[in-house]
């Protein structure tokens, strides 16, 4: 079935320093992926989203790009601050999946200044 | 337009009991789904509802049941609660006409069990 696999936390940085957050999945079909924040007592924000192979989905700063190739979806972000401090989650959705949304366990992100 | 909405906000159950909680999903949805996380962990899927049948299902047990509406709201019951129940409730939303199978999720309710 379908999977998704994303570092394990937390990622403590310091303000402006570059962010990487890795994940993989794994799908049948051709799912589309996304990126979900989570900030301390709330529910999900949808941060960005790629529905095919090679699209770059970008939002607020942060970036992710599609691969098929690597069945990868990391995210990224150039310069961080401490507003995005929060648990981002990786998840996938497909057709087969019927809009069932797979999620990642998360990786908390401390910023400090 | 009102995004997905839920209600209540927190609620707090005894062992034993039974909790309904309930979602309004975004205008032009017809789809309602609903996770549990449990803190610390990702979302995990419970059940999926579309014209007023489950029509996909997760590892969960029978003691979770649901409804869906002509208005396609949706409720979650939760039967003989356990202290493992306590998380927060998710439900989302979704159309059938989304090329990107995209889900829309509202705010959660949270629910302690003592």
């Known amino acids: 079935g379908n999977s998704v696999t994303q570092m394990e936390g937390p990622v403590t940085l310091s303000e402006e320093a570059f962010l990487t957050i890795n994940c993989t999945y794994t799908a049948t079909g051709y799912p589309s992926l996304f990126w979900y924040v989570q900030y301390p007592g709330e529910g999900l924000q949808l941060l960005l989203k790629a529905t095919k192979a090679d699209d770059k989905g970008s939002n607020k700063g942060f970036e992710a790009t599609y691969r098929k190739e690597t069945t990868s979806f990391h995210l990224e972000k150039g310069s961080v601050q401490v507003s995005d401090s929060a648990v981002y989650f990786c998840?996938?959705?497909?057709?087969?999946?019927?809009?069932?949304?797979?999620f990642g366990a998360g990786t908390r992100l401390f910023v400090k200044a | 337009d009102a995004g997905v909405t839920q209600s209540p906000t927190h609620l707090i159950k005894t062992r034993g009991q039974q909790v309904t909680l309930r979602c309004s999903p975004k205008?032009?949805?017809?789809?309602v789904s609903w996770y549990q996380q449990a803190l610390g962990q990702g979302p995990q899927f419970i059940f999926q509802y579309y014209e007023e049948e489950e029509r996909q299902r997760g590892n969960f047990p029978d003691r979770f049941s649901g409804h869906q509406f002509p208005n396609y709201s949706s409720e979650l019951n939760v039967n003989a609660l356990l202290l493992g129940d306590s998380a927060l409730y998710l439900c989302?939303?979704?159309?059938?006409?989304?090329?990107?199978?995209?889900?829309?999720f509202g705010p959660g309710t949270r629910l302690t069990v003592t």
């Open positions: 998840a996938l959705s497909d057709r087969g999946g019927g809009f069932k949304t797979i």
């Open positions: 205008s032009g949805h017809d789809t």
């Open positions: 989302a939303s979704s159309s059938k006409w989304t090329s990107s199978w995209e889900q829309y």
